[in-house]
């Protein structure tokens, strides 16, 4: 019945018209609603981009507030502190030590964004860095030999410094720069703590196994992830990771060793990546990667085609073989105390290391120093060398040395205070060079790296 | 089978046909004007000229360039024959320095962009 009326209605087109206005005017409120609505979703969409871009500046203020604060204390280590911002907005940040450098993480949140970055942070090199020479040891004149070229200011004690021929071989090579001649000349200012300190960390990692981490913790992005969240696997005895092991070493992971610990290449890790051996690390071959912490109690060894940019930290020794080539920010670090067993840093003929070489005292003043940096004739140091112990160079460096004592051996004879046929130019150096902490009392830090810029809607969503 | 023979006997019945048109236009201009409308709005705000793409754009590019050339000096600047204003506002506390950037356009009294961050002198 309903049907038939519906029918009759369609028929007699008397109302129509009404039906057709009311169906118009719905249209175009639809319409309306439908352009004013895409211009409201299009318009979020692009205050998400400013909020997310403010996020970001937030996060990076973060960084340098406390970095600010570091300055002003660089005792100050919070864990997990909230800054205040300027706009009542805040940041969270996370400071932790990662060989000679610092990761600063920073968390902030504006409106409905949320922005992490991570920044790794050295230290500007202070003043006794833009120096080619410094030797502190004030006993002896300075002699330079052979081919030895230095562009640069020179440091050195009152005895001075002075061109002299070499066993009749008349020196040939040029010192463009001022030399200072200092009275009591005394060691450029070094905080050992920090890196002591950092090899006290890594050799908790020797004597008890740490926890994992949560699996909250571990889930975070690879970008956001500090070394001390990474997943930790221990072996009681020695051990030897092959391209076998790849699989393994696909995320930052922390691998204890407390005997020996190979890296067999063709191996690839992560940055972040931790290798902690109780005797003795050996990197062979096609071994690659950014950013890893090499630890070796006894000695820290490479051999073969080795690409990468790494701290290498042991108490003894440190040796890197021709054909490896050490990244910028690559750090070579032998603590003072096995310096009278011979310990010390070798770079070999053709290995590369653009970075900092430190070897620091053992005694500000020692009466016999015996632990060596030795640098080959075709080896090349990008970076500064710093070594309270004797130094035997005869390689390139761009960038500044700065050594107690200089050394080398010609049959019959130890020469101290001889640097022959070394090439040193401090102004050859990156511009943005930066050291590991602590060779200022009151350092200046700068962000080497920005880690990972990561936007994210935040977790209240 | 009843309804089918009313419908053809509906279509045969040209009575009634400009309300089915009707109808019809409707639906048509629903399905094809509410997309084409969305596709227009879409072209207009993501073209470089829709403001606040462009207070965003000029935003970023003020404020990196204020951190890489370590301008830290408070300004305003009018662009594009006054259409925008960017005032950049630059504190300083100890050693920090908290920088403001504002993007307005003209006559209207509140920013369209706003972005802060921290810095430290060198």
Redesign the interface.
């Known amino acids: 019945m309903r ?1 038939v009326a519906l ?1 009759h209605i ?4 008397r109302g ?1 018209g009404l ?2 206005t009311l ?2 005017i719905t ?1 175009v409120a ?2 309306a609603g ?2 004013v609505s ?2 409201l979703v ?2 979020r969409f ?2 998400r ?2 909020h997310r ?2 996020a970001r ?2 996060a ?2 973060g960084v ?2 406390a ?2 604060s570091l ?2 204390n660089p005792f100050w280590h919070p864990v997990d502190a909230v800054v205040n ?3 009542q ?1 805040t940041s969270r940040v996370t400071i932790e030590t990662f060989g000679g450098y610092l990761f600063i993480r920073s968390v902030s949140q504006y409106r409905r964004s949320q922005s992490t970055v991570r920044a790794l942070v050295g230290e ?1 090199p202070p003043a006794d860095f833009y120096n080619a020479l410094y030797v502190w040891d004030t006993e002896s004149t300075i002699h330079v030999a052979g081919t030895t070229r230095i562009t640069g200011d020179i440091l050195v004690g009152q005895r001075g410094l002075r061109e002299s021929t070499f066993k009749r071989r008349r020196f040939t090579g040029r010192v463009d720069g001022t030399i200072h001649m200092i009275p009591n000349l005394k060691a450029p200012f070094f905080d050992g703590s920090f890196l002591q300190e950092t090899i006290e960390d890594l050799e908790r990692y020797l004597s008890r196994a740490p926890a994992t981490p949560s699996s909250a913790v571990q889930g975070l992005p690879l970008a956001e992830r500090l070394p001390s969240e990474n997943p930790v696997h221990v072996v009681a005895g020695s051990l030897r990771l092959t391209e076998a092991d790849s699989l393994l070493l696909r995320d930052p992971v922390t691998i204890v060793a407390r005997g020996n610990l190979t890296l067999k290449g063709p191996l690839r890790f992560q940055p972040g990546t931790l290798f902690i051996a109780g005797q003795a690390l050996s990197i062979e071959d096609d071994v690659a990667g950014r950013e890893g912490l090499f630890y070796g109690r006894h000695s820290v060894e490479t051999s073969g085609s080795v690409l990468l940019s790494g701290q290498f930290f042991s108490r003894e020794y440190i040796r890197i073989a021709r054909d490896a080539y050490l990244e910028y920010p690559s750090v070579l670090y032998v603590a003072g105390e096995a310096a009278e067993r011979g310990g010390g840093i070798v770079v070999e003929d053709g290995a590369v290391v653009n970075g900092s070489l430190v070897h620091p005292p053992l005694d500000p003043e020692p009466a016999v120093p015996q632990g060596r940096i030795i640098v080959e004739p075709a080896a090349r140091v990008r970076g500064a060398v710093f070594n309270a112990h004797q130094t035997e160079f005869h390689g390139t460096l761009y960038g500044a040395l700065l050594t107690h004592q200089l050394y080398f051996y010609e049959s019959p004879t130890s020469y101290i205070n001889w640097l022959k046929d070394a090439e040193i130019d401090v102004y050859e150096r990156p511009i943005k060079y930066l050291l590991p902490l602590r060779f200022a009392p009151v350092p ?1 830090l ?1 962000v080497l790296r920005w880690e990972a810029h990561v936007e994210e809607p935040a977790a209240a969503l | 089978m009843k ?1 089918r023979v ?1 419908l053809c006997a ?1 279509l045969r ?1 040209t ?2 046909h ?3 048109e ?2 019809v236009a ?1 639906s048509l ?2 399905s094809v ?2 997309p084409l ?2 596709l227009v ?2 072209l207009l ?2 073209h470089p000229n ?1 403001p ?2 462009v207070a ?1 754009a000029i ?2 590019q003020f ?1 990196e360039e204020t951190l890489h050339e370590r301008s830290y000096v408070s300004q305003h600047v009018p662009l594009d024959r006054n259409r925008w204003l960017v005032h950049k506002s630059v504190s300083h506390e ?3 320095v ?1 920088i ?1 950037i504002r993007i307005f356009r003209r006559n209207r009294p509140r920013p369209l ?8 002198l ?1």
């Open positions: 049907y029918c369609v028929r007699e087109e129509s039906l057709a169906v118009m249209v639809v319409l439908a352009v895409l211009h299009q318009y692009i205050r981009d400013a871009l403010q500046y937030a990076e203020a340098y507030i970095m600010d300055q002003r911002l300027p706009e907005q500007v200046r700068a | 309804s009313a509906l019945d009575a009634g400009s309300l089915i009707v109808t409707t201009v629903v004007l509410i409308s969305g709005v879409y705000n993501s829709a606040h793409l965003l935003g970023e404020m100890g050693n920090q908290t403001t962009v706003e972005l802060i961050t921290v810095r430290l060198s």
